[in-house]
């Protein structure tokens, strides 16, 4: 049985990542913007967004 292999970074507040060697995704929490070839690419997308910091939950009634 093979062990899962988990490459991960971060730029400007998205996760850049690999799984087993396969392609380079950039995502938040909750979303995937994209998927890639190679790192470099990755991490060329992911700086040329603007800064993600995730929101603040909103305190329930208001």
């Known amino acids: 049985m ?3 292999m988990l490459n991960k970074m971060h730029m400007n507040g998205y996760d850049v990542l690999s799984v087993n060697n396969g392609p ?3 995502c938040t929490q909750g979303d995937r ?3 890639f070839a ?3 690419e990755a991490l060329a997308f992911a700086a ?3 800064g993600y910091r995730a929101r603040a939950a909103r305190p ?3």
Do not use: F
């Open 48 to 50: 040329s967004l603007p």
């Open 33 to 35: 913007l994209g998927s």
């Open 2 to 4: 093979s062990v899962p």
């Open 38 to 40: 190679s790192r470099e």
């Open 60 to 62: 329930a009634g208001k």
């Open 24 to 26: 380079w995704r950039v």
